[in-house]
């Protein structure tokens, strides 16, 4: 049997980690973009995937656009194996509430509704578990049959805010003669993955789900629909439900050498205390394999020189991803200089959305954007609570989705006598100021901390996710490698503000400060940097913390 697989490209999205796994799992990849690569598909692939992010709307509007709608219905009609993934799957149901006038495949008769967020954050983001129907209770090291190697006892990685949410007989109907596993988020349960003939779909992202995922795709490549678990990925047992993420973060520039070098500050400032030279904490691809294997949810690079100088077609961020990406199978955030920018090499306007777009297609699967989010906050609070549809924000989340639009907001602490003192979101502190100020506003800042603007972090976050970012990276330049825990007070506050996930960042200096800020706060995930780089602890420490803690938590 040849070993090339097949795989329709929309442009949606991350592609290259989808390739790199096929790649590691002794595969080749070839791309159907388009309705002739299509008709070879049809009759000469073994094997086809269908993945797919973003907008639901927006993919089906690629896929009929390109005549690969037909392609897949053709292909899945001729019995040869198809997996489809995340709005892959999506997109063989009816239709989305996401999208109400673009038509599914409607192979199953449900319409894909939005999480509700009155219980929750959404996008749901991050590391959770499945049941196989008919299986519920059963004891997994038994070594039952699985669903393509899927493990009841493994955590996989989801992003999304639609789902085919379970709430009624007749969406569990529609599900007649299909397997199907399903997973719940806060009180709901969806369909996770699904199963019929020759067609087998997941929710989640195997390509992005570790070791548990590439086992997923391995047994769908082999033809191994009810591949047994092996007891070696059996043997981890948690807690069922979305865990609380851990990541990694590598604050990434070039030192005065020139080389690009992991280093990280005390307040931001990444020189040593003696001599002046920027820390160097190693090499980044090595760095975030070495944390991969620890067991991260997810690394993100910060570039936080953002290499203003560099030609576009050769920023140096583009090749650490395309390395990384082919030994981290987790997700990869990367930050720092996602704006409209001016290319030195052809003196180009690029839009942000082309900067996006390279690091996408490099093997990222969000990108963070700082300063610009600032100005654009500015500018829609400016217009009356509107955007006006340019910002770098809504240019990228529009085609892209939510999910892969991260703002990365850094705020300083600034204590007032009394709320009526500021025009901003304040509120009252345990650590009352220097001179016994009970109130405090964050004042966000832009270039690293470098320039303060007038505008408050709670403001900042409600404008970002009103504008499009799915998710936010909240930083603290008081608490940045101060090792001394997270500022419980500001993640509770901006928590507060939005419904989108907060990833609680800076101050982290042992692994009890992870379970403190998941006991105490109700942030979604949380990130370390000096600890992690200065070897004190791992990120497996960490886990194991948690693990003891009670908390779910996604173990390898
Ligand atoms: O403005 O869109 O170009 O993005 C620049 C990005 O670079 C922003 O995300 C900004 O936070 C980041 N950045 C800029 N300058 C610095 C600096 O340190 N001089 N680093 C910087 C931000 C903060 C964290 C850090 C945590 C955890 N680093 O990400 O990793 O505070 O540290 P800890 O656990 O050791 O306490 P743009």
């Known amino acids: 049997m040849s070993d090339l697989v097949y795989v329709i490209d929309v442009e949606s999205g991350n592609l290259q980690s989808l390739q790199n796994a096929v790649e590691k799992l002794g595969y080749r990849v070839k791309w159907v973009k388009n309705r002739e690569q299509g008709l070879e598909a049809v009759d000469k692939a073994q094997r086809m995937i269908l993945p797919g992010v973003g907008n639901f709307g927006h993919f089906m509007d690629e896929?009929?656009?390109?005549?690969?709608?037909?392609?897949?219905?053709?292909?899945?009609?001729?019995?040869?194996?198809?997996?489809?993934?995340?709005?892959?799957?999506?997109?063989?149901?009816?239709?989305?509430?996401e999208s109400p006038t673009a038509q599914g495949l409607g192979l199953i008769d449900i319409r894909l509704s939005r999480f509700d967020d009155s219980e929750k954050s959404v996008p749901h983001i991050g590391w959770n578990g499945t049941v196989l129907k008919g299986q519920e209770g059963d004891d997994i090291t038994k070594s039952t049959p699985s669903l393509y190697g899927i493990d009841p006892s493994q955590k996989y990685y989801f992003v999304h805010s639609f789902a085919a949410v379970l709430s009624n007989e007749t969406q569990i109907q529609a599900l007649q003669g299909w397997e199907y596993a399903?997973?719940?988020?806060?009180?709901?349960?969806?369909?996770?993955?699904?199963?019929?003939?020759?067609?087998?779909?997941?929710?989640?992202?195997?390509?992005?789900?570790?070791?548990?995922?590439?086992?997923?795709?391995?047994?769908?490549?082999?033809?191994?629909?009810?591949?047994?678990?092996?007891?070696?990925?059996?043997s981890h047992k948690t807690a069922p439900g979305l865990t609380k993420r851990v990541i990694a973060c590598l604050d990434v520039r070039t030192n005065d050498a020139g080389d690009i070098v992991v280093t990280k500050g005390d307040q931001y400032d990444v020189r040593?205390?003696?001599?002046?030279?920027?820390?160097?904490?190693?090499?980044?691809?090595?760095?975030?394999?070495?944390?991969?294997k620890q067991g991260a949810d997810e690394v993100t690079f910060l570039n936080i020189t953002s290499f203003r100088n560099s030609p576009l077609k050769d920023l140096p961020m583009l090749e650490i991803l395309r390395l990384t990406s082919k030994t981290v199978f987790v997700p990869l955030t990367i930050g720092g200089g996602i704006r409209d920018t001016v290319d030195p090499a052809t003196g180009k306007v690029v839009p942000a959305l082309e900067v996006?777009?390279?690091?996408?297609?490099?093997g990222a699967d969000k990108v963070s954007i700082g300063s610009d989010a600032v100005d654009a906050a500015e500018?829609?609070?400016?217009?009356?609570?509107?955007?006006?549809?340019?910002?770098?924000?809504?240019?990228?989340?529009?085609?892209?989705?939510?999910?892969?639009?991260?703002?990365?907001?850094?705020?300083?602490?600034?204590?007032?006598?009394?709320?009526?003192?500021?025009?901003?979101?304040?509120?009252?502190?345990?650590?009352?100021?220097?001179?016994?100020?009970?109130?405090?506003?964050?004042?966000?800042?832009?270039?690293?901390?470098?320039?303060?603007?007038?505008?408050?972090?709670?403001?900042?976050?409600?404008?970002?996710?009103?504008?499009?970012a799915g998710e936010l990276l909240l930083n603290c330049i008081d608490k940045d490698g101060t090792n001394s825990g997270f500022d419980l007070e500001l993640i509770n506050d901006i928590k507060s503000a939005v419904k989108i996930p907060v990833i609680a960042s800076s101050g982290a200096g042992r692994p009890e400060h992870f379970e403190e800020v998941f006991t105490k706060t109700t942030t979604d995930a949380a990130l370390g940097a000096g600890m992690f780089h200065r070897?004190?602890?791992?990120?497996?420490?960490?886990?194991k913390c948690l693990q003891t803690a009670g908390f779910p938590t996604r173990l390898t």
Not at 280 to 289: M, R
Not at 356 to 362: E, I
Request: proline residues 4%; positive net charge; hydrophobic residues 35%.
């Open 63 to 97: 896929l009929h656009g390109r005549g690969l709608a037909d392609t897949v219905l053709e292909y899945i009609k001729s019995g040869k194996p198809l997996m489809g993934i995340c709005v892959g799957l999506q997109s063989i149901f009816k239709g989305s509430v």
């Open 379 to 468: 500018k829609y609070y400016a217009n009356g609570r509107k955007g006006d549809g340019t910002s770098p924000l809504e240019t990228i989340s529009k085609p892209y989705g939510v999910q892969a639009v991260v703002v990365s907001i850094d705020p300083k602490r600034v204590y007032v006598q009394s709320p009526s003192d500021v025009k901003h979101h304040t509120f009252k502190t345990k650590y009352p100021g220097p001179n016994g100020e009970e109130y405090v506003w964050y004042q966000t800042t832009v270039k690293g901390g470098r320039e303060t603007r007038d505008l408050g972090a709670y403001e900042l976050a409600q404008a970002s996710e009103a504008l499009g």
């Open 356 to 362: 996006a777009d390279m690091y996408f297609r490099s």
């Open 182 to 234: 399903q997973a719940q988020y806060g009180s709901e349960k969806f369909v996770a993955a699904v199963a019929k003939d020759n067609v087998f779909l997941t929710q989640f992202h195997p390509e992005k789900s570790g070791e548990a995922g590439l086992f997923v795709i391995d047994s769908f490549l082999k033809g191994n629909k009810h591949a047994r678990i092996s007891t070696e990925l059996a």
């Open 535 to 543: 070897d004190e602890y791992t990120v497996s420490d960490v886990k």
């Open 272 to 292: 040593e205390k003696e001599g002046s030279a920027v820390r160097n904490l190693g090499k980044p691809v090595q760095v975030a394999e070495k944390y991969y």
